[in-house]
């Protein structure tokens, strides 16, 4: 009998609450969402979870929508057999095929990502992640250095790698991202990738990048962007997902605060991504 690690929260929804859940669940610390059929599941460290935080969180919605939870103690398990029966593969504006180790592979996509995420956020599912993708994917990465903060699986990471990045950095402060990114960035093949454990805050990064990845959510954004510009090249591209269109004035605003120009946007199921450059 193994020991209980973390609490599995399973949420019966609607399909339409699904992605505001996940959101719900980032904002409290959860390592990891997952759609299901039925909902939403989430994963928590034991010694992290509130009960009271879920029945708060099912008042707030229940005017509007069905819902109801149920909780599971997690003993530590086989990640890709969990994974397996709830992972499906997923295909990114026609180009970019995102996979794990148990789907086929399917040469006919310019890119193919292979990640298997254990608890690690970031399988190409949730919208913020579509969204930086797809928007990886019209920036010249040729050559660049690039930085993915907050890299979760490392997903954006081994992206930017496949598009012809000649560095990257990723770190992230959670603990599963630092021993699931490293394995993801193996099955890729990608050898300019080095993962860190830390913040852009303590890890005393050096020099300048090309193009700065940052899809984590709306309070971490607004407190980091200055740091992000610090490290950004003249000239260079910030890219930000992680919150929602009716976010999308208060970072833009921070933004040209710090002096940086906005380029464009994109929106998927109401989440959003904006792409600035420094002046």
Request: charged content about 25%.
């Amino acid at each position: 009998m193994g020991t209980v690690d973390f609490i599995s929260v399973r949420f019966a929804c609607s399909e339409s609450f699904k992605e505001i859940i996940i959101a719900e669940l980032d904002a409290l610390g959860y390592n990891s969402m997952m759609e299901t059929d039925e909902g939403v599941e989430g994963y928590i460290e034991k010694e992290k979870f509130a009960e009271q935080e879920v029945e708060d969180l099912v008042d707030r919605y229940k005017d509007a929508t069905t819902i109801s939870y149920e909780l599971e103690e997690v003993i530590t398990r086989n990640w890709n057999e969990e994974w397996e029966k709830n992972y499906d593969p997923i295909i990114v504006d026609d180009q970019c095929l995102v996979r794990a180790t148990f789907h086929p592979s399917d040469q006919s996509y310019p890119y193919e990502i292979i990640i298997n995420p254990k608890m690690s956020f970031g399988t190409g599912h949730h919208a913020t992640t579509y969204l930086m993708l797809k928007t990886q994917m019209d920036l010249d990465h040729r050559g660049r250095r690039v930085l993915d903060a907050g890299c979760g699986t490392a997903i954006l990471a081994i992206m930017a790698s496949k598009l012809g990045a000649r560095e990257v950095i990723a770190y992230d402060i959670d603990s599963w991202s630092i021993e699931n990114a490293p394995e993801n960035v193996v099955l890729n093949g990608c050898e300019n990738i080095a993962v860190l454990e830390g913040t852009i805050g303590t890890l005393g990064l050096q020099g300048q990048f090309d193009i700065i990845l940052a899809n984590i959510n709306k309070n971490v954004l607004l407190a980091e962007l200055g740091a992000y510009v610090s490290y950004l090249s003249p000239g260079g591209t910030l890219v930000l997902s992680g919150f929602y269109e009716s976010d999308e004035a208060d970072l833009i605003k921070k933004a040209e605060e710090n002096h940086l120009q906005f380029l464009n946007k994109n929106s998927r199921n109401y989440w959003s991504v904006l792409i600035f450059e420094k002046k």
